[in-house]
């Protein structure tokens, strides 16, 4: 199987473009960026702060927070799964 070439592709997050080269779906970058474009939006309107690294810190936070909700859910929905 032939390897896909690398595309760029700008993405723009709270503010700012950043150039991705990406070997995957470029709307599926775009679509992440918008994530992360969103949840850093509404932290900042939850913190009131305009220090950008702060903003992206608290977004990621909120992120992980929700990774490690859903990891415990799957986790625990293959051990029901394996029990069986």
Request: hydrophobic share 40%; glycine share 2%.
């Amino acid at each position: 199987m032939e390897k896909k070439p690398s595309q760029k592709v700008n993405v723009e997050i709270f503010g700012d473009t950043y150039p991705f080269k990406t070997d995957g779906d470029p709307e599926e970058l775009r679509r992440l960026a918008a994530v992360v474009d969103e949840r850093m939006k509404t932290a900042a309107k939850m913190t009131r702060s305009l220090d950008t690294r702060k903003i992206a810190v608290l977004a990621a936070l909120q992120m992980a927070s929700e990774y490690a909700d859903l990891k415990k859910d799957y986790d625990e929905l293959m051990q029901l799964l394996e029990d069986k």
